[in-house]
């Protein structure tokens, strides 16, 4: 029933059930973080970081699962960390869905319900055994240990992920090891910052999921692919916002996140290089921003995603555009896989080519210097 699974580095995972088994297909992306953490329902938490001192990956994650936790009683926000204890934690997911269970990720009609969930558990499993990042939302089932109607798994290992500012740094910039080793320290993420920031989007996965309902089913060629853009995009947007809400200012964090994102175009998740979410919520009036209520930040993170990703012709504009430009730039164009090949027999609008070829040059070639870069820098066309 699985066709394939994209892991290598990538933010989130997915999978796809293959065309056959429908005339429509589905794209997953689902986020889980580390060991399951029975946590701290009772805990007061703040939104602001924590106090240096005793600060660990394990506080942060506590912390960060009893904030969402308090806030959203329809759903149990769970952390599993995979690594050497994967099957542990897999196992004890499958506990807390209980039987009949349904994944609420993706909108799919009833026959595919079991289906779906499996995929989702498959997936949940190659994010554990990988140490990759996700998340996932399910209805719970008969049986179900989890008191909510809603369980949300996050798969993370901060032992991975961020055991340090330039490991967490090389894992988001997802390029080659040489050129990664080469990453100025100006342009470092700090790893607890990346921590808190990883979490709120995946948490965001959830909530979206919940609120806006599950990526809709489509039959246009990349349609999966742009419903991941979009909702990619409006998870940056939501932690950048909560991020930007806790630290009152652009930090130095938000702007090299901001440019690492920038340099996904040609990596094997072009739907991740959602910079340009980020610097939309960054330009947001940050009274604006605090003054909103949670469930106003996820209104207005899902319209940032919206409206950067723009029209489905627009992305598929953009998409063509993003290939014409690796072309001039020598890179082979298998980086993008086989749902993308469609987009050479189309001709994209040239100033589309020449931003991203602008863009990649400017935010490729900063990396590598502590040179003062722009949050404006560059502008796509109108
Ligand atoms: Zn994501």
């Known amino acids: 029933?699985?066709?394939?699974?994209?892991?290598?580095?990538?933010?989130?995972?997915?999978?796809?059930?293959?065309?056959?088994?429908?005339?429509?297909?589905?794209?997953?992306?689902?986020?889980?973080?580390?060991?399951?953490?029975?946590?701290?329902?009772?805990?007061?938490?703040?939104?602001?970081?924590?106090?240096?001192g005793d600060v660990t990956p394990t506080s942060i994650i506590s912390e960060k699962l009893s904030f969402y936790n308090e806030r959203f009683p329809r759903i149990q926000f769970v952390h599993a960390k995979g690594g050497e204890q994967w099957h542990e934690d897999y196992t004890t997911v499958l506990t807390l869905l209980g039987r009949e269970a349904t994944s609420l990720d993706y909108e799919h009609p009833k026959e595919f319900?079991?289906?779906?969930?499996?995929?989702?558990?498959?997936?949940i499993k190659v994010m554990l055994v990988n140490d990759l990042a996700s998340a996932s939302l399910f209805r719970v089932g008969q049986g179900s240990t989890v008191d909510r109607e809603n369980l949300c798994v996050i798969t993370l290992n901060p032992d991975a992920v961020v055991p340090n500012d330039a490991e967490a740094t090389r894992y988001i910039a997802n390029?080659?090891?040489?050129?990664?080793?080469?990453?100025?320290?100006?342009?470092?993420?700090?790893?607890?910052?990346?921590?808190?920031?990883?979490?709120?989007?995946?948490?965001?996965?959830?909530?979206?999921?919940?609120?806006?309902?599950?990526?809709?089913?489509?039959?246009?060629?990349l349609g999966g692919e742009?419903?991941?853009?979009?909702?990619?995009?409006?998870?940056?947007?939501?932690?950048?916002?909560?991020?930007?809400?806790?630290?009152?200012?652009?930090?130095?964090?938000?702007?090299?996140?901001?440019?690492?994102?920038?340099?996904?175009?040609?990596?094997?998740?072009?739907?991740r290089c959602t910079f340009e979410s980020i610097r939309e919520t960054t330009g947001a009036d940050l009274s604006e921003l605090r003054s909103m209520t949670l469930s106003e930040l996820i209104d207005y993170s899902t319209q940032v995603g919206k409206s950067m990703g723009g029209s489905y012709e627009y992305f598929v504009q953009q998409r063509a555009a993003a290939l014409a430009a690796a072309s001039e730039f020598g890179f082979e164009v298998q980086i993008y896989d086989n749902a993308w090949k469609h987009l050479e027999d189309i001709t994209p609008k040239e100033e589309l080519v020449d931003y991203r070829i602008k863009w990649y040059r400017y935010f490729l070639g900063t990396l590598f210097n502590d040179q003062k870069i722009s949050f404006d820098m560059p502008r796509a066309p109108e």
């Open 113 to 123: 319900r079991q289906d779906l969930v499996d995929a989702n558990l498959h997936r």
């Open 175 to 221: 390029l080659p090891d040489e050129l990664a080793g080469k990453i100025h320290p100006t342009r470092f993420l700090n790893n607890q910052q990346h921590l808190r920031f990883a979490i709120d989007h995946e948490a965001f996965h959830c909530l979206d999921s919940l609120y806006n309902g599950g990526a809709p089913m489509t039959d246009r060629p």
């Open 1 to 52: 029933m699985f066709c394939s699974s994209h892991s290598h580095l990538c933010n989130c995972g997915e999978l796809r059930i293959c065309p056959a088994a429908s005339n429509r297909f589905f794209t997953f992306a689902l986020i889980i973080t580390a060991w399951i953490c029975p946590v701290a329902l009772a805990t007061s938490v703040q939104e602001g970081p924590i106090a240096a």
């Open 226 to 271: 742009y419903n991941q853009f979009l909702r990619e995009g409006a998870a940056d947007s939501f932690a950048a916002a909560i991020h930007l809400r806790a630290h009152e200012r652009k930090t130095d964090y938000l702007q090299n996140m901001m440019h690492l994102r920038a340099i996904w175009m040609f990596s094997d998740g072009p739907n």
